[in-house]
């Protein structure tokens, strides 16, 4: 079949567009290009029925005759379900790509750092080895939440540990004992035991906690001595900076 | 006098503007709205009469009527003649402050990550601490890397380590124990005693090296194994990603 053949020839491009961390603005000048110019623009779905955060951040900037492609990642700890849930969004993303269309993937933050489109990247090109995939680096969380705090996230020759959450609290000691900076990403479920382990190290000074940084829902915690407990949300990162010595902020 | 009387009321901002790694298309559209509505742009001043990695990214998206304030940070170790210098550097922007003008200073990858601006809002915090400073997140050099190899940075439940230089070659192995993820800035001096490390630990399948990432002269290389000795540029970056289990990448 002649249009098969010629498809064959011309794979489109799968893009791994960052889009930042709330703000729209906080999106690059490579990443709404790609956004502009692409007729098929991906993004994970929200849930309960709301839109997504990467969908909320590139609305603005998308053009009617652009279709949309929510793609379902569900939340759950099910490796069969997540792979089952894999296989099918790489399926419908590559009935575009195999056609010689190119489909932009819109993820917040940025798209290598704990980013959904990795399992999606991972998922198609063990399906399909000729998959092209181009990543557009972005803003993630812990630097826009160092900018919103007006805090050098790190300076000279500080360490800097990330944890993606916490599945024990000795990790989190550990980092501390070793690290200057330590950065905890999802702290919502476990920040209770955690302001535990700031009291016990006198840390209440160095501790900086953000929910949904740069979005206009932004809520910056300064004194968590305060507040032994807290209901966070999903988007929520506590910054500890142990620097020796104590430097002025804004 | 009626001029200062009025200044003093109104001081003007000093914007920290993160341009990213190189490619000036990696810069946000908050950073550069900010960078073309302000009249006075400072960057850090480049070395044997080049310009700087900041001034070469934005030159594009300057006009003639702007005011370029190129500042000398010095490289040295002596913690007294940096201090002088940052003193002189934040005198030198807040004449335009005092007077209630807008100075962008524009840095290369996050200006809060290893940033020179740090130093900058420091001083000047400590000097003048009723100065009005703004931070804009941007592309920083892990996350700018990762890209360029096809890499997740960052997946799963993995820890992060990001180490600024390496002052002792435990530093590292301890690391390495203990993080899947490991990057290294400022790999160049420390290269040959690196590479050792990796072959001990049989890395090599693990190791990703970066010169100049997002740039045109971005150079990558994928098999460390050959590679003992190495010349590298000031700005080459190396991610050790100990993943249980190896994945393709492209």
């Known amino acids: ?78 490796q069969e379900t997540l792979c089952v849930a894999w296989e099918k969004v790489s399926l419908e993303v590559w009935q575009y790509l195999k056609k010689g269309e190119n489909v932009a993937f819109a993820c917040e933050g940025d798209i290598s750092f704990y980013s959904t489109f990795t399992y999606l990247a991972l998922t198609l090109q063990k399906i399909h080895p000729e998959v092209k995939i ?30 993606p959450a916490l599945y024990s609290l000795q990790e989190l000691e550990f980092a501390l004992d070793w690290a200057e900076i330590v950065v905890l990403m999802k702290v919502a479920s476990v920040y209770a035991q955690v302001w535990d382990i700031l009291a016990k190290r006198d840390l209440f000074n160095y501790a900086y906690l953000v929910e949904k940084a740069t979005t206009n829902q932004e809520k910056i915690y300064t004194s968590l001595r305060n507040y032994p407990n807290l209901k966070l949300s999903y988007f929520s990162i506590l910054i500890i900076s142990q620097r020796k010595h104590l430097v002025s902020y804004q």
Chains 1, 2 share one sequence.
């Open 1 to 78: 079949m002649v249009s098969d053949s010629r498809n064959n020839n011309k794979i489109g491009t799968l893009y791994g567009v960052s889009v930042g961390t709330g703000d729209p603005e906080l999106i690059t000048i490579k990443a709404l290009k790609i956004l502009q110019n692409t007729k098929i623009i991906a993004f994970p779905k929200g849930i309960h029925n709301q839109k997504g955060v990467a969908e909320t951040i590139i609305q603005e900037y998308l053009q009617p005759h652009q279709q949309k492609l929510s793609l379902s990642f569900p939340y759950t700890l099910s």
């Open 134 to 163: 181009e990543r557009i680096a972005g803003i993630s969380s812990p630097m826009a939440a160092a900018s919103a705090f007006g805090l050098p996230l790190t300076m000279q020759e500080e360490k800097l540990v990330i944890l």
